[in-house]
DNA sequence: GGGTCTTGCGCG
DNA sequence: AAAGCGCGCAAGACCC
């Protein structure tokens, strides 16, 4: 059974449908008081509850103590059927951009500017933008699909992960303020008036103006500081640290030290505990669908950029254990079971690169990781670029799959990962210089610049397939496990083992200490369930590695 | 003064 | 080891 529900000024709207499509009965009516119980009670029978988008329902019901086993989130689905190719000929993706093409999620916009539910302020969408007549559209171009079983699967996922993230928001990650401050106060020095550098950073700056002999410098900002070092003598074309740690000069380390610190001060450090931190938990805006591959985005607070030196300050609760697991090599395994090489997933059997230094194909482990990711990423140059055909001698049928995703791109065409999200097409200025380049009159010099744009746009759709195809086993990974871990409990969602982080291809439980091995037991279900569910009976494994500990920085 | 672009760096 | 993919954020630079 279906309910999908609407908001109208009269209140909340809910109407349930068979699995057919019909209507059960008569919509009903329900106050927006008298929602959290209303949902409660049909939750008994498991529907899946339909909405325009998580975001505008689930936090108000989880904070009235709820928590729903699954739903349809209309707005990340749309955006999936309207651009795949498995659904390119559907009603849904040949009508006009519409309502449900909002580019942001529909809870950052004010009610007023919502055409969903009130007709009147844009008549040109019509009727056919409610909730429920979406819906249809939906199922009919998923039956429509020549692959309604991956699409129908990457849609449960999407949504199952508009419910974890406003989940994990809820829940937030348990964060210890006071050691964060501890260990601000132990590299920085004491926390500083506004506008002043904290202790430590004066003194690296005091250092490197006796060094270089010059009455100021400024590290803080890369045009003065690229003006000091050259006027000192150095060459350098610009500040990065990358660039900076091939010259030998006495300035350099504290410069490093320097951007290292003003980087910890800036993005992690006292502002931001007060700005994120409260209760004891970082609680974490999640963007489901926000990127072009499938991936999550974050929006507030760096949610996907935790620096590894700050992460002692994520700490378990009494009695209770994080459990931080993360998926092996995904990536290349993800591009061995989506080109089905048999030698590749020989060589994954244990660790990935070793079979791969075992097949041959390089001399030692750090080359094979260069060579894979140079494989997935597009590498020209450099090792990368210089490993790529003894790889391509070894693993052809892999290979041959990422230069083909390479190669549409460049021609400007669409690329599809396993369960069906489709890479955006290109825009027009893509076109634009594309028609220009290829013209007989063309210059050399445009003839050149639509070169690299073009390949440049195969980089993307060559690396598209096996991230977003990554993004989409995570989603599972995840959406399994969640399901797995609310049988290990009792009580509400915090009083259970419950996801608390999650980056890219890494989730972290927390859980009551006794329950760990538990945990650790479902991750690893979770994850052969994701292999099977996205690839069905391919020789692939996706192994799992695991640490149960009290704080993440005691993980990896 | 405010808005947008650029630089640099954190994460996978 | 090199600078190839995907992101978000803060600060300075730059423009009106």
């Known amino acids: 059974m279906h309910v999908v529900l609407s908001r109208s000024p009269r209140g909340v709207c809910a109407q349930r449908l068979d699995d057919d499509g019909t209507a059960r009965d008569v ?54 059927l309207r651009g795949s190719t498995l659904t390119a000929a559907s009603r849904l993706a040949r009508a006009p951009r519409g309502a449900w093409d909002a580019a ?13 539910f009130d007709f009147a302020v844009e008549p040109a969408h019509g009727a056919g933008d409610s909730p429920l007549e979406e819906f249809l559209l939906q199922q009919e171009a998923i039956a429509a699909s020549a692959e309604p079983g991956r699409i129908s699967r990457l849609l449960a996922a999407e949504s199952a992960g508009a419910l974890i993230a406003s989940e994990m928001k809820f829940a937030g990650l348990p964060w210890q303020a006071g050691l964060h401050e501890e260990l601000l106060v132990e590299l920085l020095g004491d926390r500083p008036a506004p506008g002043a550098r904290p202790a430590r950073l004066e003194e690296l700056a005091r250092r490197m103006r006796e060094i270089l002999q010059v009455s100021d410098v400024n590290p803080d900002s890369p045009a003065e500081l690229l003006k000091t070092l050259r006027g000192t003598g150095l060459q350098v074309a610009s500040t990065r640290s990358w660039e900076l740690k091939e010259i030998d000069h006495p300035v350099i380390a504290p410069l490093l030290e320097y951007k290292k610190l003003a980087r910890l001060l800036t993005a992690n450090g006292w502002t931001w505990l007060e700005t994120w931190v409260a209760d004891g938990r970082f609680r974490a805006d999640y963007v489901p669908g926000g990127t072009a591959t499938g991936r999550w985005g974050a929006s507030g607070g760096g949610a996907l950029q935790l620096p590894k030196q700050i992460r002692g300050a994520v700490v378990a609760d009494p009695g209770w254990k994080l459990v931080v697991a993360d998926a092996a090599q995904l990536e290349p395994r993800i591009l061995t079971a989506l080109s089905a090489d048999r030698r ?46 003894a790889l391509t001698r070894a693993f052809p049928q892999a290979i041959a799959m990422v230069e083909a995703a390479a190669r549409a791109g460049e021609r400007g065409e669409v690329v599809t990962t396993r369960l069906g999200r489709s890479s955006p097409v290109p825009g027009d200025e893509w076109r634009d210089l594309q028609q220009a380049g290829s013209a007989q009159d ?23 397939i096996v991230q977003g195809t990554a993004a989409e086993w995570a989603l599972c990974w995840m959406a399994g496990l969640r399901g797995r871990l609310w049988q ?15 980056l890219h291809d890494e989730v972290i439980v927390h859980t009551p200490a006794e329950l ?24 692939v494994t996706f192994p799992i590695t695991t640490a149960v500990v009290d704080n993440y920085g005691q993980a990896k």
């Open 488 to 502: 290990l409990g009792d009580g509400g969602l915090a009083e259970r083992p419950h996801l608390v982080f999650f």
């Open 27 to 80: 919509a009903q009516n329900v106050a927006e008081h008298d929602l959290p119980a209303f949902i409660g009670r049909l939750e008994r029978e498991r529907p899946r509850w339909v909405w325009d988008d998580t975001t505008r329902w689930y936090p108000q019901l989880l904070a009235a103590g709820l928590r729903l086993e699954r739903c349809v989130d209309l707005r990340l689905s749309h955006a999936i």
């Open 344 to 389: 590749m997933a020989e060589a994954g059997r244990g660790d990935l690169y070793e079979g791969i230094v075992a097949s041959g194909a390089v001399a030692t482990r750090a080359q094979a990781k260069v060579a894979m990711l140079g494989a997935m990423y597009g590498a020209t140059a450099g090792e990368g670029g210089r490993l790529m055909p």
């Open 104 to 116: 942001t999620p529909l809870a950052d916009k004010p009610e007023t500017h919502s055409a969903l």
């Open 442 to 464: 063309a210059t050399e010099a445009t003839r050149r610049a639509a070169g690299g744009q073009a390949r440049s746009w195969g980089r993307f759709t060559r690396n598209f």
């Open 516 to 539: 760990a091995d538990r945990v650790v037991a479902e991750l690893r279900a979770a994850a052969s369930d994701a292999g099977r569910l996205i690839f069905g009976a391919m020789p």
